[in-house]
């Protein structure tokens, strides 16, 4: 009676009675599709174009259309859409997130929407978390579209712009979330509209979506250039600290991730460098920066865990994959922090030149959609922040697979040992086990205890994707046992008895063969001799209960276990899965461990001797609760933070657009020149200084510093008139002066030249801006102190900033087109970027684009600065080059 009931009120079951009706309307036009010609079929992508011209929307479309597709994969894959991937199709459509379970074929799921809205002519984008998946779907689905008549582009890294551009031209493209971020950030820095690459944000399909947009929300995508910081500093801090004592010298708190130091701990430092006061900075550099960020380095981040060294470079390691980020760093002096502590080549720090969250950049879509097995445990985050909603799509098969409850041991040690042992039972009875680490130091430690026991074994290496892929889709023929880093390998299939495609093309290779170029005979011959094989040891398989998993910790986000437990039991398979854990995890440690080992105590068990019980299981999950709990509340903040910088972000951007694209720029930039006059005239002659004490002596040096020669105008031509009659007259010489320079220079001339210093400016001042947003981001929080909220003083005080950097902008462009001299060369200049080799923060490059060329004596970085601000040139109109 509750279990109907439940099913009664439950807005999910009637989400899912509402698909089915929809589904069985698909159903009505299957066999008239089945009776079209291959030719017939095709016509139908010109006929739906033709209808949507019409005025038919893609609602009205959309039950044909998927009957249309699923026939088209029946044809060029042999794989029919069921029932519950056309549902899993509508949610997407619907701009609404699809959880199905792993194996229940979510890459097919994706062409059903992808070609309804490719449509429209506005594109598609299908992003996945790596270049491997996004190569191989585009490949694997991409023979469906081209089938109907669609094009499909690719998105990886290294590709040239024509190919890049080509790519996103075509009506569905597929790639990473960060090849689409950074793309679009390159796009917005480039000088010419021609060298943009994308097209307007009309509707993605985002697979792994809990991944890429949860998981790696944390992280903001930026491109930076060079610094200039010295390197030295840091290889200091890192011979000091480890003489620091924790607790006497500094505080770690753990679950927090922050680590300060005492007031102990500030003047043992400064006794170690010999300087008065840590804070100041003209001593050198922001000496307390260098101190915090060799304190978080020693303390928080651990090699083998957050980082690996390899090749005498320190490469991050992604917490929720395991997978080697290379080329990614981290931010704000860290990564060189971790570089001087491990002793190995400091990489020059860098400055940010543009950056943006992957929350604000999804959110520029017009229609998103997800996928993925696990999102359910994290609705309330997608509605809240992205608009997104949760249907969860029932499985095509029951799911039968057993989970244990959780197997708490006293030590770590004592865990392992007991793994190995439940490993040592299956393999000898020919089950396939998966086990799951949370770091490359446990997978580590698991297989060397594996190889003392002589027993045979994969440890994934999640360097390359390709090579994941195979070891994964392998992970459940007889006897094997895979150790795999987390979610290693997430987005293959893990078929009881072995992959036959993966075998066919390993056979293939080991005769010499290449895959991608033996005929089609050939590959079948192969595939069906491999899967004779696969079928065998699939029944004895599923006779032994299936495939196996094991957790060796509870990872502090829930959907990461349901992930590697939803390895198993795919499509109806038997399956088991037992998570092992000890309290000296991470997880019980830091959350609600001390209860369970006062329980553990009382029962007077020994370190070997486990502890089972669903109330063990129901602890762990609150503890888990709580860190996704304070997870939620980290992103939500640095998304109340971005959104700050997101509005001036649009404003900028948009500007620079228009500048790209507009062919006369003449009275935006006499617009900007009336803003300065009556910016002087605030200054000089203010409104509330009667006229007689007014500086006309200083206006007119700062006249001539911004606008005209020297000696073109006098105090006589200033005095003796009211204020709006004097700037009446200076906006008026300001006019001719610039007609005159019009004639002097040619119009085309000063157009051009209009474009490409206003662009120069604006990116100098946002880089600028962006240091500075940064310096007021790290201090805000102790406003709290005096009773004031941080985010309202962040976003007051951002908006001045903002008012004073467009302020600069206007009076830096104006002085330099009033000011510039211009130098004939004998052959005009290429059209060229402004930045060459801009480096990423995910290993990328802004591509073949040369720099911008100087004319005249360069001017040092330590000169004062031509502008005549009184700065120094790095730290004016230099800042941001290199």
């Known amino acids: 009676m509750i279990g109907l009931l439940k099913k009664i009120f439950d807005d999910n079951e009637r989400e899912v009675r509402k698909l089915a009706r929809q589904v069985e309307e698909v159903n009505a036009y299957e066999p008239q599709v089945q009776a079209l010609s291959d030719e017939a079929l095709k016509g139908k992508t010109t006929e739906f174009k033709e209808r949507l011209a019409a005025g038919e929307t893609l609602e009205d479309l959309l039950p044909e259309a998927f009957a249309v597709v699923r026939e088209a994969s029946r044809r060029t894959l042999g794989l029919r859409h069921f029932d519950e991937q056309i549902m899993g199709g509508i949610v997407l459509h619907q701009g609404r997130i699809a959880e199905m379970k792993t194996g229940e074929g979510k890459t097919l799921v994706a062409t059903l929407p992808a070609y309804l809205n490719a449509l429209t002519g506005r594109g598609v984008h299908i992003v996945t978390v790596n270049d491997y998946l996004a190569k191989r779907d585009s490949e694997w689905m991409g023979a469906v579209y081209k089938f109907l008549g669609l094009s499909v582009g690719l998105i990886v890294h290294d590709l040239d712009f024509a190919a890049r551009r080509r790519a996103y031209s075509a009506d569905i493209t597929y790639g990473t979330n960060n090849e689409f971020g950074f793309d679009y950030l390159r796009d917005n820095m480039v000088l010419y509209k021609e060298q943009m690459v994308q097209r307007d944000f009309n509707y993605a399909i985002v697979d792994e979506v809990d991944s890429i947009l949860i998981d790696e929300a944390r992280t903001p995508l930026i491109i930076s250039g060079q610094g200039e910081q010295s390197t030295d500093l840091y290889y200091k801090f890192a011979r000091i600290v480890p003489h620091l004592k924790p607790e006497e010298d500094y505080t770690v708190d ?34 307390a920066h260098y101190l915090m960020q060799a304190l978080r380095a020693h303390t928080l981040m651990q090699r083998d865990r957050d980082y690996v060294v390899k090749d005498g470079q320190v490469i991050i390691v992604d917490e929720f994959t395991g ?16 570089e001087a502590k491990e002793g190995v080549k400091i990489e020059t720090e860098s400055q940010t030149l543009a950056r943006i969250t992957f929350q604000n950049f999804f959110r520029m879509y017009k229609k998103l959609a997800g996928m993925t ?40 040690a004592a865990k392992f040992n007991a793994v190995a042992d439940e490993i040592a039972e299956c393999h000898k009875r020919g089950q396939p086990v998966l086990v799951g680490t949370i770091s490359i130091e446990k997978s580590e430690r698991l297989s060397a205890l594996l190889k003392r026991r002589g027993i045979p074994h994969q440890v994934l290496n999640a360097k390359y994707h390709e090579k994941e892929a195979e070891i994964v889709a392998q992970a ?24 036959p495609d993966f075998l066919t093309r390993a056979e293939l290779v080991r005769q010499g063969k290449d895959p991608q170029e033996v005929d089609r005979e050939t590959y079948q011959a192969v595939y069906q001799e491999m899967k004779k094989k696969t079928d065998a040891e699939h029944e004895q398989v599923v006779a032994l209960g299936g495939l196996h998993i094991i957790g060796t910790e509870r990872h502090e986000a829930r959907r990461i276990d349901n992930q590697l437990r939803g390895r198993s039991g795919r499509q109806g398979d038997p399956g088991s ?33 486990p502890i089972e019980h669903n109330l063990l299981s129901r602890a762990v999950e609150n503890a888990q609760k709580k860190v996704e709990a304070k997870n939620f509340d980290i992103r939500k903040q640095l998304l109340e933070y971005d959104d700050v910088m997101n509005t001036q972000r649009e404003v900028i951007y948009q500007q620079r657009r228009e500048v790209l694209t507009s062919e006369n720029l003449r009275d935006t930039i006499l617009t900007m020149a009336r803003a300065v ?25 700062a006249l001539e510093q ?94 001045e900033m903002f008012q004073g950097m467009v302020a600069r902008i206007q009076e830096d462009a104006v002085r330099y087109l009033y000011k510039v001299r211009v130098e004939k060369e004998r052959r005009a200049p290429e ?12 290993g990328d490059e802004s591509g073949p684009r040369q720099p911008f060329r100087r004319q005249g004596k360069k001017i040092g970085r330590n000169d004062p600065c031509p502008c005549g601000s009184g700065k120094k040139y790095k730290k004016c109109c230099g800042r941001g080059q290199v």
């Open 323 to 338: 997978r080697l980020m290379f080329g990614r760093r981290y931010s704000d002096g860290l990564h060189q922090a971790i």
């Open 476 to 499: 459940g023929r007889l006897g094997a046992v895979t150790i795999a880093t987390n979610m290693a390998g997430r987005g293959t299939d893990i078929l009881l008895g072995g992959n």
């Open 677 to 701: 006059i009556d910016d002087l005239l605030t200054t000089y002659c203010s409104e509330h200084v009667v006229p007689d004490e007014w500086d006309l002596k200083g206006l007119l040096t």
């Open 706 to 799: 911004t606008f005209f020669p020297p000696r073109m105008l006098s105090e006589a031509d200033l005095s003796g008139k009211t204020r709006a009659e004097l700037g009446d007259f200076l906006k008026e010489k300001a006019e001719a002066f610039y007609a005159a320079r019009e004639a002097e220079m040619g119009l085309e001339t000063l157009r051009e030249l209009e474009r490409v210093v206003l662009l120069r400016v604006v990116d100098s001042k946002w880089m600028e801006h962006l240091d500075n947003m940064d310096d007021l981001r790290e201090g805000i929080g102790l406003r709290a102190y005096g009773q004031h909220d941080p985010l309202v003083e962040y976003k007051r005080e951002a908006y």
């Open 831 to 842: 059209r060229r970027s402004a930045f060459r080799n801009v480096s990423t923060n995910a």
């Open 254 to 287: 753990e679950k927090a991730r922050t680590v300060a130091p005492t007031e102990a701990g500030v003047a043992k430092v400064e006794r170690m460098l010999g300087v008065p006061n840590l804070y100041d900075e003209s001593l050198g550099g922001d000496l």
């Open 577 to 609: 899965s037992r998570f092992y854990l000890s309290l000296e995890d991470d997880l019980l440690r830091l959350f609600g461990g001390d209860n369970i080992s006062k329980i553990m105590d009382r029962l007077g068990l020994e370190e070997d001797q």
């Open 373 to 412: 097995g696990t999102a359910a445990t994290e609705e309330d985050e997608f509605r809240k922040i992205y608009g997104l909603d949760v249907v969860v799509i029932p499985t095509h098969e029951p799911m039968i697979r057993v989970d244990h409850p959780d197997v708490v041991y006293k030590t770590e």
